[in-house]
């Protein structure tokens, strides 16, 4: 078994509050993550699962150090990225991509598709962007003609593959999929779990998957983690976690989940 | 956006660009059009009424002012004043304005409470006030006008962009280039500098329209050019005095002052609809 | 039992020529039945809700056929009598609790606003119908949430500040326009007992528009299935989720995710289903351009 691509080791941190601004002095400070220990194992998808204030995308967020953590440290591919300075960060960004929630605010509305995917490229030298960016567009099965299109021109499920492009483009080792299909139309949101098992498997990619929703993540990820508050309530193979889950958080997060099927009863179980 | 809207904002984009273009074909070609000297004075002509009254005389199309010299003239003349001024103290308080406002919004920190506290503190004083102050500081005459006005004026700038900074910096394609790796300027420059230009348009065009406001108030209370050059507040002051006798020499500088503030206004707005993708 | 709501042959355009929103839709939902209009973005769901109270955004019309309420035709109704009646007997469950409440009125005064303003209620009874409501939703300190102004509030609260605010006139209709998308799931659960619950014991008929096939098969008895402003399928909850023939609605339920038989959930929908369906739609409307 090789090492892990990314390890994470009592990861804390704290975020000033800013609805509590004081006049003079330092805002308080709120403890967002309290302390996560995980691996993420190379060439598979691991699912970070948790309801809104569990901390999941502050979480991210420190994975792709777009946030610095106050304590612990998180080791990516054997070197300690905890808290480098961004000029250090440099070096690694091209490995560390995310792919954002809302393909319409990540997205820069006043650039081309063309030039949202070849100019990461350019920016770390790769050669001939514009043809690899093409490459890729067909990759995500969005076709070539899409390249001079505008973000507000696309549906959102092109968008989306628009944002998981960009961060394709890179060959990154990592990449982060922050809720990429909860603002989706189902059908778009199966499209886009489907690309992403092709690509992950394909392209030998490690990722971790954001999500609330427990469903997709069984489907995608081999492994999970459940958070809850800032910690780590849960963790280990999906289909062991689904099928005898042992937390009462995920026993309940589970229940809660309205499968399509009828059922009379299902909303008087507590 | 619906048919009738999209005509209505061409409507009010020409209309206010056609009549900056009638100023700037003026203020070029003043020498030209203007039927007379706008100095020469002529006593025997004074407080001539305009065209459509009776006892005008031919050739002093908008009449004449207290010394007898032609209102249209000078009205055409001053108009190189009112651009340039609106121009080149518009531009110079946007540029001051809208580097300060992009570097407190997006550094933050300590880079943004210097900033902001300069602008508190340089907004508490009365502008008007602050202005002739300044003239009267630095002597009158058109450089020391446009001195003022950038200097009174950059906080507007910086405040709105400031504002608008935050906002563009916290939305995620800001994070997005982070992750892809730009440098922190890259963004800025790449990133949420087009995202605010739009902003900046309306706020420059309105500038502009204040910038000759302004000038028209300093030069009222004779601060500006000298009083003999031709400039539309000095039009106005000289107006007031014979308000009773001959209104329309306090009247043309009045609807042109209005016109050209109206037209700068609109015709920004009418610009960033235009230049927004977004709203393409 | 008896159809409170009866809608017949309802086109919604955007301007008299414009854009189909809506295409011929029929439906009928009886009182104290739950019925859920289902469908992906852009099918008109919310469109049924928006023309059944009178809230269709500007530019918006309906171009053809009846909304009967309780008997009268809501759209031959004048103006005033139409809004009266809607106002009386119809209430809405917003989407978004943020925005739902104002900000600068307590709590009590958007609670009690339809039964003082359009009922005619005095004061007082109209307070005690409020506290009343809000015990319903399982809100302990009724009267401190009432003088509370909502940001004071939990948006789990808000929302069921709203649910309590939707029944306290005893509407014969409540129209839910995805009032739980926004939730997390086991919140969303909560709420979604709660709706139930009011409407199961004041007998209100609700039309129950989502995205979501999990919660309208929780919830609805009934059900309608859109697509592009035309109605797919409709029917019995139980026999659309168990038996229907129609190749959308078994993809849409095939597309769904669900965790528990990973392998045969979330499936595309097939590019030959959506094209069978625009061809139908494209003939339906050639065939009423003739007419």
Redesign the interface.
């Known amino acids: 078994m090789t090492e892990p691509l990314m390890q994470i080791r009592g990861l804390h941190l704290s975020l000033a509050d800013l609805n509590a601004r004081p006049l003079f002095g330092r805002a308080p400070q709120i403890e967002i993550l309290k302390g996560l220990d995980f691996d993420i194992p190379r060439e598979q998808v691991l699912g970070i699962v948790g ?2 204030g569990s901390g999941k995308s502050t979480l991210g ?1 420190c994975l ?1 150090r ?1 946030l610095e953590p106050t304590a612990g440290s998180i080791r990516f591919d054997g070197t300690d990225i905890t808290h480098l300075s ?1 000029q250090a960060l ?1 070096l690694h ?2 490995h ?3 792919i ?3 393909p319409m ?6 650039h081309s598709v063309l030039r949202l995917i070849a ?2 490229m350019r ?2 030298g790769i050669e001939g962007a514009d043809a690899k960016a093409r490459e890729v567009l067909d990759r995500v099965h969005l076709g070539r003609r899409f390249a001079d299109r ?1 973000p ?1 021109q696309l549906s ?1 499920g092109q968008r989306q593959r628009v944002g998981i492009a ?1 961060a394709l483009a ?1 060959e990154p080792s990592f990449i982060l999929a922050d809720e990429i299909v909860s603002g989706l ?7 886009i ?2 690309l992403l098992e092709e690509i992950v498997a394909e392209m030998k990619l490690t990722m971790a998957f954001i999500s ?5 993540v ?2 995608l990820c081999r492994q999970l983690i459940v958070l809850r508050d800032g910690q780590i309530v849960e963790a280990g193979e999906t289909a062991q976690v ?1 099928d005898a889950p042992q937390h009462p958080y995920t026993i ?3 229940a ?8 009379d009863r ?3 179980e507590s | 956006m619906p048919a009738s809207t999209r005509v209505c904002a061409m409507v009010r984009l020409w209309l206010a660009g056609g009549w900056l273009l009638i100023l700037l074909a003026a203020a070029v070609l003043a020498p030209w059009i203007a039927p007379r000297d706008p100095l020469a004075q002529d006593l025997f002509l004074e407080r001539l009424p305009p065209f459509w009254f009776a006892g005008a005389e031919p050739g002093y199309l908008l009449g004449t002012d207290s010394l007898g010299r032609d209102v249209l003239s000078r009205l055409v003349y001053g108009t190189r004043i009112a651009l340039i001024v609106a121009f080149v103290a518009g531009g110079a308080a946007a540029l001051i304005g809208s580097v300060m406002g992009l570097l407190a919004g997006y550094l933050g920190g300590w880079t943004d409470r210097i900033i902001g506290r300069v602008i508190d503190i340089w907004m508490s004083f009365p502008p008007v006030l602050f202005a002739i102050l300044l003239v009267a500081v630095l002597g009158t005459g058109l450089h020391s006008v446009i001195i003022a006005i950038a200097v009174i004026d950059w906080t507007r700038f910086a405040r709105v962009i400031r504002a608008e900074t935050m906002v563009q910096a916290r ?3 800001v ?10 300027l890259g963004i800025l420059v790449s ?1 949420v500098l ?2 605010v230009l739009p902003t900046l348009m309306v706020l420059l065009s309105l500038e502009m329209g204040i910038a000759v406001i302004v000038e028209a108030i300093l030069s009222f209370v004779n601060l500006s050019v000298s009083s003999d050059d031709p400039t539309w507040g000095g039009m106005i002051a000289e107006g007031r005095t014979q308000i009773h006798f001959a209104p329309w020499i306090l009247i043309a500088p009045m609807v042109a002052l209005f016109l050209t503030v109206l037209s700068f206004g609109q015709f920004g707005e009418g610009l960033k609809d235009r230049i927004d ?2 709203l393409r | 039992m008896s159809a409170l709501l009866q809608i017949e042959g309802l086109d919604v355009r955007l301007g008299l020529k414009g854009a189909r929103l809506l295409r011929s839709v029929s439906l009928t939902v009886d009182q104290g039945e739950a019925h859920g209009l289902v469908g ?2 852009g099918a008109g769901k919310s469109m049924i809700g928006k023309a059944v109270a009178g809230l269709l955004p500007r530019g918006i019309a309906v171009t053809r056929g009846s909304i009967r309420f309780d008997g009268q035709d809501l759209l031959a109704l004048p103006g005033r009598t139409r809004r009266r009646v809607v106002g009386e007997r119809i209430a809405i469950i917003p989407q978004d609790p943020l925005t739902a409440l104002n900000p600068c009125r307590r709590i009590e005064g958007q609670m009690t606003d339809r039964l003082i303003h359009i009922l005619g209620w005095p004061r007082p009874k109209a307070r005690q119908r409020a506290a009343e409501l809000l015990e319903e939703v399982a809100i302990r300190e009724p009267e401190r949430v009432m003088r509370a102004y909502p940001h004071e509030l939990s948006g789990g609260m808000r929302q069921r500040v709203l649910i309590a605010a939707a029944f306290v006139a005893d509407p014969a209709l409540i129209i839910a326009d995805e009032p739980t998308t926004a939730l ?3 919140v ?2 909560q709420v ?2 709660l709706i ?1 619950d009011l409407q199961a014991r004041h007998d209100t008929a609700l039309l129950f528009v989502t ?5 309208v ?3 609805c008895r009934s059900l309608t299935v859109l697509y592009a402003g035309h109605v797919v399928d409709q029917g019995d ?2 026999r659309i ?2 038996t229907t023939p129609h190749a959308y609605t078994r ?3 095939a ?6 038989r ?2 045969e ?5 097939p590019p030959q289903v959506i094209a069978d369906l625009d061809r139908d739609i494209a003939q339906a409307d050639a065939q009423r351009r003739h007419d």
């Open positions: 309801e809104s967020r792709v777009l961004p440099s960004r091209r560390l991509q995310m954002f929630q809302d605010s990540s997205l820069n509305p006043r100019g990461p920016l770390h505008f507000h959102g960009r890179l139309d189902v059908s778009t949101q199966a499209q779990i489907r609330h929703d427990l469903s997709v069984r489907r689904f309940a997060l589970r809660a989940i309205p499968l399509p099927d009828v059922d299902w909303l008087d | 939305m995620d394609y994070a997005s280039a982070q992750v892809v790796g730009r440098s922190r990133e087009p995202n993708p977004v | 992906e973005s997390d799931v086991t969303q659960r979604l007992r139930r995205h979501d096939m999990g919660v098969a929780k919830l909850a139980g989720f168990g993809a849409l339920i597309a769904t995710p669900r965790y528990d990973p392998e959930s979330l499936q595309p929908v």
